[in-house]
Each structure stands twice: as structure tokens, then as C-alpha cells.
T-cell receptor, first 116, second 113 residues
């Protein structure tokens, strides 16, 4: 079975600083990988996804992530943090590529705090 | 275009009762998935429906069930509610393949007292 590990339940950065949220996955087959953001009392919003092709994926709001198969990682980065980035971030994996929807397996989430 | 609509937004029920939650997907999306979010267990997959058929199911007891109608709208039912069923229930809409990604609704906050 697949699993997702997000290192750090809370990450604090200063406004304008680099944001790095770590995600490692475990899967016996090539995965599809996703990053979602959740604001308080809201659902999940898709930031970006990796399915096939280019391993560096750009998403909304200036975020990007790089799929590294050798490291089984899909870390999320943003060059310059903004106060509005404060939220909960979830990494997720789906391991039935090519069809169907087995459901997403989520990490526990990382709460991003932006210091003024 | 309209997003994923979940109703109601908030619900308070008593132990032992049953509850039905509703999800209307994005127009044209044929897949609806349901997730339970709690502080302790995080986000957990309940089940997924595609063209009115349950295509996949997570590890939840039989008290949790769902269905999908011909217009792709989905309902989730929980019978014999327990205190531990208190959670945010999220619905996700998709074209039907994992690589399409999933669009989530704002959720239904269920409190069992």
C-alpha cells in the first residue's frame, strides 16, 4: 500500500523567505502526486500535480514542486513567502495511473506559519 | 463554472441517529469521492463513485454508505452515528481518472453529540 510522509507538522518562515515543505512517498508503482492547500473552514484547493513528463511542476500562487524518483520525494517550494500563504498543506499520492480513481492517500499535513 | 457544492455546511446529530450528506459535482464530472477529515486521523478516503457505480472503497465500517445518481450527484449516509464520526466530510469531483486531479467542495462539518 502507498503512504505519504510530510516532515514537520508546523513550518514557520518569515515573509519574503523561501518556503520548503517536504513530502516523501512510498509506492510500489509509479505514483501520481498532488499538493493541496486548505484554508480554515474550507475544502482543499489543488496547488499542483505530477502525473508524467517534466519532473518540475509549476502550480498556482507561485508554488512549484519537483518529483525525484530516486529520493521518492515531491517537495513543495515557493521562492518568497507571502502572508496569504499561511494555511495547511497536504501532499497526496494516487497509485492507479492510467485509469480509475483509487482515492488519494494524504499525508498528515503541514501547517505553514508566516512571520511578518 | 460552478464548483463542487456540498450541503449542508454544518450539521449536529445525536448518537444513534443517521445522517445524509449531499454533493453536487462540477458539471461534466462523473466521479465523486468522499473523504473524512479529523484532527486525529487526518484525511481518509471513504469511497468513490463513477457513473452510479461504487468503484473503490476505503477502510470504513458498513455504517458508511453512499450512492450516485444519474446526474452524478452523490449522497453519503452514515447510520447509527457514533461520537467518533464527528468530522469534516469532504467531497471531491473528477472527470474520472487520477491524472485529471480532484476538485474538492467546502465540506460538511458533522458534530455528533
Amino acid at each position: 500500500a502507498q503512504s505519504v510522509t510530510q516532515l514537520g507538522s508546523h513550518v514557520s518562515v518569515s515573509e519574503g523567505a523561501l518556503v520548503l515543505l517536504r513530502c516523501n512517498y512510498s509506492s510500489s508503482v509509479p505514483p501520481y502526486l498532488f499538493w493541496y492547500v486548505q484554508y480554515p473552514n474550507q475544502g482543499l484547493q489543488l496547488l499542483l500535480k505530477y502525473t508524467t513528463g517534466a519532473t518540475l511542476v509549476k502550480g498556482i500562487n507561485g508554488f512549484e514542486a519537483e518529483f525525484k524518483k530516486s529520493e521518492t520525494s515531491f517537495h513543495l517550494t515557493k521562492p518568497s513567502a507571502h502572508m496569504s500563504d499561511a494555511a495547511e498543506y497536504f501532499c497526496a499520492v494516487s497509485v492507479i495511473p492510467g485509469g480509475g480513481a483509487d482515492g488519494l492517500t494524504f499525508g498528515k499535513g503541514t501547517h505553514l506559519i508566516i512571520q511578518p | 463554472k460552478a464548483g463542487v457544492t456540498q450541503t449542508p455546511r454544518y450539521l449536529i446529530k445525536t448518537r444513534g441517529q443517521q445522517v445524509t450528506l449531499s454533493c453536487s459535482p462540477i458539471s461534466g464530472h462523473r466521479s465523486v469521492s468522499w473523504y473524512q477529515q479529523t484532527p486525529g486521523q487526518g484525511l481518509q478516503f471513504l469511497f468513490e463513485y463513477f457513473s452510479e457505480t461504487q468503484r473503490n472503497k476505503g477502510n470504513f465500517p458498513g455504517r458508511f454508505s453512499g450512492r450516485q445518481f444519474s446526474n452524478s450527484r452523490s449522497e453519503m449516509n452514515v447510520s447509527t452515528l457514533e461520537l467518533g464520526d464527528s468530522a469534516l466530510y469532504l467531497c471531491a469531483s473528477s472527470l474520472g481518472r487520477s491524472e485529471n486531479g480532484y476538485t474538492f467542495g467546502s465540506g460538511t462539518r458533522l458534530t455528533v453529540v
